[in-house]
Every structure is written in C-alpha cells, then in structure tokens.
C-alpha cells in the first residue's frame, strides 16, 4: 500500500487549500478512505471518510468536502473557510471500516496564519 500526499501550503484564515492523494498497492474502489489531522500539539482527529456515504468530524462539517475518484485512485480533500486551528498535518488513510485507521501515507502541512 503506497498513499502519497500533496497539496499542502499555508494561507490566511479564510483562504482555501485542496490537498490530494494518490493510492496504489490496493483495489483502491474497494475501501472507505478518509484524511485524518495531527496538530503541533500532537492531537490528531478524524477529520473527514468517503466510502459509500461521507462523514465529517463536526469541526470541519461545512467547510470540508472530501471526494474520491476511483478510476484514478485518488482521495481529495477540498479545505475552505480555513482557520488558524486547522494548522495539522492531514494524512491520506486507508480504513477498514468509518474511522478504522488501517495504512498511512507521509502527511501533508497546511498552515493557517
């Protein structure tokens, strides 16, 4: 399983990030994917999984779309009305059910400040 990140960047609070993975290793179409954050402090959250139906972690709910496209094997996350507590890394994660971590990919930075 290989889940590469990119996208990440720094913006000002308000501002917009799309950060992507691809995936492979894996039948992709197959799993519920999801993006999970880890802040400076170390707290890391569910922040968003798309399987058959999407879910949101209650912090991001309304600013946050997570998308897939399969026949690409990619995950997106489009990040909108950002602010400065979004500051994480968010990994691309392959689960075995909603909110099951199962693979990481390396993690990508978005900065809000």
């Known amino acids: 399983v290989q889940l590469v990140e990119s996208g990440g960047g720094s913006v000002q609070p308000g501002g917009s990030l799309t950060v992507s993975c691809e995936a492979s290793?894996?039948?992709?179409?197959?799993?519920?994917m999801g993006w999970v954050r880890q802040t400076p402090g170390g707290e890391r959250e569910g922040v968003a999984a798309?399987?058959?139906?999407?879910h949101y972690a209650n912090s991001v709910k309304g600013r946050f779309t997570i998308s897939r496209d399969n026949d690409k094997s990619a995950l997106y996350l489009q990040l909108n009305n950002l602010k400065p507590e979004d500051t994480a890394i968010h990994y691309c994660?392959?689960?075995?059910?909603?909110?099951?971590?199962?693979?990481w990919g390396q993690g990508t930075q978005v900065t809000v400040s």
């Open positions: 994660v392959k689960q075995g059910g909603y909110w099951d971590f199962v693979d």
């Open positions: 798309i399987g058959a139906s999407s």
């Open positions: 290793g894996f039948v992709f179409e197959n799993y519920i």
